[in-house]
Every structure is written in structure tokens, then in C-alpha cells.
């Protein structure tokens, strides 16, 4: 039978692996083509078990997870968040609250029951507590109470927390209070039922990180950085900082501070874990920094401030893990493999690293076990998958769901390079059909990633909406079309330069020239249709596939924008609600002429507007009013539109239309070319 595109799409995709605190056990979630549960996998064993039985595409998120102390419980957070006018994500139209709710799992019984509404939940060193989030008030609650019933909150504070961290001894809790233009470390003293905020500033405070003993809390300083606007570059600022408060005087101190220059701007979200701070046995600090260009990891001593760099090499750090002894840190980057993510452990001991994934797979989301390592991984035809590594060998966990019907039939992707007219030089991948003849002339296609701070991969992608856009690549080359993936600059994977190009994005869309000099050199192989190349790619890549056919319709004869921006002042303030574009004429004349609307009036190419009008990253609005002005033109239109889902489809079924939509629509007008 004849691969359906669903087919490439169909494995189950794993996220929000966490180990017990014992190293003993291990739980993950599933997402079934929609259906997503719970499971859970102990030593010595590991043979995986469903904990959870949702069923059906439901559209409603599952994870994170968090193990009790002990091991004995699970808490499952399930559902959506809140758009602006308070409204939970339901796209399946349920007739249900779909908002967030924590979950407790018995794990020795398998009982499951209704905790509270809320998010981000922690629980107390000794087990009895969990600590949450909702409406960024912070509540506390007995994990014995089964009322159901969320209470009151723990304490009444202005701003909105996030952050949670319970000292060693449970006596305090830390979080961060932010408050728009600059945010402070709190502390809550369970004792006294009194709040502090020990070291307010005028600068951004947070990561709060105890030191093992109790006795000291670091924190990183970021100075407030004012009217700049997103999507735009910036390589300096304000140095940043690290501060160390001790405990028993509520006195702070800088420990250490960034370079001028590069290095200068903490990256918002590289690493993209929930720590930036690592305490080392000795009292070191463990902490990302860009400085070399790179965002790597540093150890300073805060005693001689003596600095340390622990990962040498080309390539970032991109999430960090602290072991279940808090004697490692699990490391995903891709530093000498620079178009996968490896796994290394980082000894706190020693501060040396070693590789522990195989440099042909795409690793991520480690976690330590007893006598091992867990992860996701996956390579250039195999999907991510929960893989348990121990003693030197490795396990597939729950390997019976894994689907029967999924393709054999795969394009090796083969990574080239290419130069724009500028002489920015920039990376993609190129699928060649499976049956591919050199004499043959073939369609194309160009697929742009979103972000635009991602990287495609060479292979299954370690996110759910690149993974699917991946698979989606396949099926074109195994419907006879050569397809490109780019990596545009602006993207991560190669660096501060390449991320900070000083013309991108709303600062001059300098990037556009990278998606033509794809087409010229799709155009220039002899095994191209020069006449059938389509630009395609959602959010970031749907304004780049804009940009494509408003600055060089010649080059393309269809597109596909899925969820695009099209006008820069029109979304960028729901990134930056400072951002009114009538106070800042300049900026707001450059953004709109670094925007696909500025040209418009040059689209010809018939094109496939896709959009979810509960949309919280790119206005629903963007894909309306762009139709309008199209139609005005005599431009073909066709349109798929997904009632209250949001701009990452929690559907898998839409997933599925998207992309079906996406191949039909091109593929008819290269049939008619």
C-alpha cells in the first residue's frame, strides 16, 4: 500500500522525561497521533507501563511530570493555557474546562486523582507539600488533601512569580516576582509567614539556585534593556551578572560579571532548561555564557572568582540537567556535530565532559539513572524515541507502540551549504527522491523553519512541530520532488554572529536573501524544474515564504504560509507590549519595510494561507488581512482555517491537514506547469 503523508507523522512523540529522585525509575509522555499519556518504566526491568488513559485527539497538553521525594508519586500537569481573554486553548470544542490542572498518580496502585488547578508544580524537600503556580500567584497544599480544591494563595505579593524552589531544608521558599521592566528574587519564611525580597533592583533577578547546603542562594542580574525591538539584533548590552546572597545576613554579592561586548546579553533561551545556575560539590558555580560566540558553559569560585571554561569546541549548549546524585550535569549540544544534538555528562568533581550519545542520532532530554542514562533519540529515518542506555547498552522503551504502518521509505538527508548574493553563507539539507534519476528534470520545494531562533537537523527534529515539518520533507521526496530545508540566518545551531546578523528579522529582513539564493541554486541543478519551485514553512518561515513571493515571484510559481507575519507592527507588540508603532516612527518605518506588505503589490504566485484563529503567537489577523489585499490583486487564494487552535496545532489531525493540504496544493499547480 502507497505511504500516506500521515504515515511520516504517525509514530507516537515522546516529551517531559524525568527520573525518580532515587535514579531507580523513569517517566515520560506520549503523544499518540494525539492521544497522549503517561508512562512509567523502574529498574531493573524498565518494562514501561501506561499510567494514564486519556483517549482520542483531544487537543489538551500533557506535562510536565514530577516524581515525589520518596518515588512513590507522580504529578501530572494536564491542559491548556489562558489565552488573553482568559480563555483555555480547545480546539477540539469540548464541552469541558480545559484550562491547567495538576494530577497526583499513586504509582504503586496506578490511582490517579484531581489535585488542583495550577501549573508548575514543586514539592517540599520532605514530600508533604507541593508548591504550584496559578495566575502567577503561588499556592501551597498538603499533597494528602484530595479536596480537589485549589485554596488560597500562599502569600499576597504584587507581580507575576515563577521560578519555585524550596531550600534543602524546606524552611524557605524562592521565586522570582517579575513586574515588566525588572523583576526581584523573593523569599517566603515558612516560620515567621513572612515575604522578603532580600536585594530588590532596577535589573531583571532570577534563577535563583540554593547551594547545597541552604546557606547561600545565587541568582543571575540582567540589567533591563530598554525599547529594543524583537526580532531584531543585538550583540551588547548592559553586562550581566551572577550575585550570591547568604542566608544568615540576607547580604548579596557579585560573584562574577560578563565581559562588555560579546557575551554581554543573556540569551533568553539558550539554555532552554529551567536552571542557569549549577552548584558543584566544592562551591563552584556552574553557568552558561556566550562569550567565544558560543553559548557554552563557564564555572566561576565565587571565593576567588577565578573562571573556568568547561566546553570547548564549535557548537552551543542548549539545555543543561542536574543528575539524580547532583554530582553530574547532562549536557544536550551540538559542539562538533553541529547539525545533531549530542549528550554529554559533565562531572562537577572534575569539571571535565565526555560524550555519551552516538554522534549519528539526535539526542536529547537526558536524564541519569542507576548504573545509566536515559533519552530521546532519533536519526535521519527514525523518529525520536525513548532509548535507555545502561552498562554499554541501550534499550528501546515501550518499543510494541511503536507503529507498524510506518514508512520504510527514506531520503537521506545530505547537509550543504549556501551563499547569498551578500555572501552570507548559510546550511540546509536536501532530500533527493528515493528512485532518483540525475537525467530527470524535478518539482521542488523549500521548507523555512518558524523562530526564527530554531535549527532543522539532520534528521527527526527534537521538537514536535519540526519533527512533523521533517517528516512532512520526506513525503515530498517520496512523491518525486527535490526538497530543501533551510537554515536561514538568524537561526540557532551556528552561533552568536549567525543568530545576531545585524539586518534581520524587522531590522531589515536580510535573511530573504538566503530563501533566494535557495531557489538560484535549486534553479541551477540540472535535475530541477526551474519553472516548479515552492517556498513553504510556518509562523517564521510562513513570513519568509511571503517574503519569496512578494520580492521574487519569478523565482516561485506557488507558496504555502502557514500562520506567517506579515506586517512586523502589527505583531510585534504581542511580543513587546511596550511597542506602539505611531511612538516610535523610525522603527516603525524600518520594521514595516523589513515586512512581506511593503512589496505586496508584487505577488502574482496563486498561494495556501493556513491559520489557527486562536493563534497567541502570530494575530489571526495577519492571514485575514493579507487574503483582502490578494484578492483585490487577482491573486488565487485557498484557505484552511482551524477553529480555536493555536499557533503549535494541539490537534494531530490538523497536523495531518496542514501538511495534506500543503502537498495537494503545490502539487496541483506543478502538475499545471
Known amino acids: 500500500m502507497a505511504q500516506q503523508l500521515g504515515d511520516y507523522l504517525s509514530a507516537a512523540f515522546p516529551t517531559h522525561m524525568t527520573a525518580s529522585a532515587d535514579g531507580k525509575a523513569l517517566a515520560w509522555v506520549l503523544n499518540d497521533k494525539g492521544e497522549r499519556n503517561v508512562f512509567y518504566a523502574k529498574a531493573p526491568a524498565y518494562e514501561a507501563q501506561q499510567l494514564t488513559q486519556y483517549r482520542g485527539d483531544q487537543g489538551i497538553d500533557l506535562g510536565p511530570l514530577v516524581f515525589s521525594p520518596d518515588g512513590s508519586t507522580l504529578l501530572v500537569v494536564r491542559g491548556n493555557p489562558k489565552n488573553s481573554s482568559g480563555y483555555a486553548a480547545n480546539p477540539a470544542q469540548l464541552q469541558e474546562n480545559t484550562q491547567k490542572k495538576i494530577h497526583v498518580?499513586?504509582?504503586?496502585?496506578?490511582?490517579?486523582?484531581?489535585?488542583?488547578?495550577?501549573?508548575?508544580?514543586?514539592?517540599?524537600?520532605?514530600?508533604?507539600?507541593?508548591?504550584?503556580?496559578?495566575?502567577?500567584?503561588?499556592?501551597?497544599?498538603?499533597?494528602?488533601?484530595?479536596?480537589?480544591?485549589?485554596?488560597?494563595?500562599?502569600?499576597?505579593?504584587?507581580?507575576?512569580?515563577?521560578?519555585?524552589?524550596?531550600?534543602?531544608?524546606?524552611?524557605?521558599?524562592?521565586?522570582?516576582?517579575?513586574r515588566t521592566d525588572h523583576s526581584f528574587v523573593g523569599l517566603w519564611n515558612f516560620a515567621k509567614k513572612s515575604l522578603h525580597f532580600p536585594e530588590a533592583s532596577l535589573d531583571h533577578d532570577s534563577y535563583p539556585a540554593w547551594s547545597p547546603d541552604g546557606t547561600q542562594l545565587a541568582y543571575l542580574r540582567v540589567p533591563n534593556i530598554l525599547n529594543h525591538l524583537p526580532f531584531t539584533s543585538l550583540t551588547e548590552a548592559n553586562p550581566w551578572s551572577i550575585r550570591v546572597l547568604q542566608l544568615a545576613t540576607l547580604e548579596a554579592k557579585e560573584v562574577w560579571r560578563a565581559d562588555q561586548g560579546d557575551g554581554s546579553v543573556m540569551v533568553d533561551d539558550l539554555p532552554a532548561s529551567s536552571e542557569r545556575l549549577w552548584w558543584?560539590?566544592?562551591?563552584?558555580?556552574?553557568?552558561?555564557?556566550?562569550?567565544?560566540?558560543?553559548?557554552?558553559?563557564?564555572?566561576?569560585?565565587?571565593?576567588?572568582?577565578?573562571?573556568?571554561?568547561?566546553?570547548?569546541?564549535?557548537?552551543?549548549?542548549?539545555?543543561?540537567?542536574?543528575?539524580?546524585?547532583?554530582?553530574?550535569?547532562?549536557?544536550?549540544h551540538n559542539i562538533g556535530n553541529i547539525d545533531r544534538r549530542q549528550v554529554s555528562l559533565l562531572d562537577l568533581s572534575t569539571l571535565e565532559m565526555r560524550l555519551l550519545s552516538n554522534p549519528e542520532s539526535i539526542s536529547w532530554a537526558p536524564v541519569a539513572v542507576e548504573k545509566g542514562w536515559a533519552c530521546f533519540e532519533s536519526n535521519w529515518n527514525q523518529p525520536g524515541w525513548p532509548t535507555?542506555?545502561?552498562?554499554?547498552?541501550?534499550?528501546?522503551?515501550?518499543?510494541?507502540?511503536?507503529?507498524?504502518?510506518?514508512?520504510?521509505?527514506?531520503?537521506?538527508?545530505?547537509?550543504?551549504?549556501?551563499?547569498?548574493?551578500?555572501?552570507?553563507?548559510?546550511?540546509?539539507?536536501?532530500?533527493?527522491?528515493?528512485?532518483?534519476?540525475?537525467?530527470?528534470?524535478?518539482?521542488?520545494?523549500?521548507?523555512?523553519?518558524?523562530?526564527?531562533?530554531?535549527?532543522?537537523?539532520?534528521?527527526?527534529?527534537?521538537?514536535?512541530?519540526?519533527?512533523?515539518?521533517?517528516?512532512?520533507?520526506?513525503?515530498?521526496?517520496?512523491?518525486?520532488?527535490?526538497?530543501?530545508t533551510l537554515n536561514y540566518r538568524s537561526?540557532?545551531?551556528?552561533?552568536?554572529?549567525?543568530?545576531?546578523e545585524k539586518n534581520f528579522g524587522a531590522g531589515g529582513a536580510s535573511e530573504v536573501q538566503d530563501v533566494l539564493a535557495a531557489a538560484d541554486y535549486l534553479a541551477a541543478r540540472s535535475d530541477v524544474d526551474a519553472g516548479r519551485i515552492a517556498p513553504w514553512g510556518g509562523s517564521y518561515g510562513g513570513y519568509l515564504t511571503a517574503h519569496a513571493l512578494t520580492q521574487a515571484p519569478e523565482k516561485f510559481h506557488v507558496g504555502v504560509d502557514i500562520h506567517g507575519v506579515h506586517n512586523w507592527n502589527n505583531d510585534i507588540p504581542v511580543f513587546a507590549s511596550w511597542y506602539a508603532p505611531e511612538k516610535f516612527p523610525e522603527m516603525a518605518d524600518l520594521a514595516f519595510r523589513s515586512s512581506p506588505m511593503a512589496r505586496v503589490e508584487n505577488w502574482k504566485d496563486p498561494v495556501l494561507l493556513i491559520h489557527g484563529d486562536d493563534d497567541r503567537n502570530v494575530l489571526f489577523s495577519e492571514s485575514v488581512e493579507l487574503a483582502e489585499v490578494l484578492r483585490k490583486q487577482g491573486v488565487e487564494v485557498e484557505q484552511l482555517v482551524f477553529p480555536d487552535e493555536v499557533h503549535a496545532f494541539l490537534l494531530h489531525q490538523n497536523w495531518v491537514k496542514a501538511f495534506e493540504a500543503t502537498f495537494r496544493f503545490i502539487a496541483k499547480h506543478s502538475s499545471e506547469k
Open 280 to 332: 558543584t560539590p566544592d562551591g563552584q558555580l556552574v553557568f552558561p555564557w556566550e562569550k567565544n560566540n558560543w553559548m557554552q558553559l563557564y564555572a566561576v569560585n565565587p571565593k576567588t572568582k577565578q573562571v573556568k571554561h568547561l566546553t570547548a569546541g564549535e557548537g552551543q549548549v542548549e539545555w543543561v540537567q542536574t543528575s539524580y546524585t547532583k554530582k553530574d550535569l547532562l549536557v544536550t
Open 105 to 178: 498518580v499513586q504509582l504503586q496502585t496506578g490511582k490517579s486523582r484531581e489535585f488542583s488547578l495550577g501549573a508548575s508544580p514543586v514539592f517540599s524537600p520532605d514530600g508533604k507539600q507541593v508548591a504550584f503556580l496559578q495566575g502567577g500567584e503561588v499556592y501551597l497544599k498538603a499533597l494528602s488533601d484530595s479536596s480537589g480544591q485549589t485554596g488560597k494563595p500562599l502569600f499576597i505579593a504584587r507581580g507575576t512569580s515563577s521560578n519555585l524552589a524550596f531550600s534543602p531544608d524546606g524552611s524557605y521558599l524562592a521565586f522570582v516576582s517579575a
Open 388 to 484: 535507555l542506555h545502561l552498562s554499554g547498552s541501550s534499550k528501546k522503551l515501550a518499543e510494541a507502540r511503536f507503529p507498524k504502518e510506518f514508512p520504510k521509505t527514506f531520503s537521506k538527508p545530505e547537509a550543504i551549504t549556501l551563499t547569498a548574493k551578500d555572501g552570507y553563507k548559510t546550511s540546509a539539507q536536501l532530500f533527493l527522491p528515493p528512485n532518483y534519476d540525475p537525467k530527470k528534470k524535478y518539482p521542488a520545494v523549500i521548507f523555512m523553519h518558524g523562530g526564527s531562533r530554531r535549527q532543522m537537523l539532520l534528521g527527526y527534529n527534537y521538537g514536535l512541530y519540526y519533527s512533523h515539518t521533517y517528516g512532512a520533507q520526506q513525503y515530498f521526496a517520496s512523491q518525486g520532488y527535490i526538497a530543501l
Open 491 to 500: 537561526g540557532i545551531g551556528y552561533g552568536m554572529d549567525f543568530r545576531e
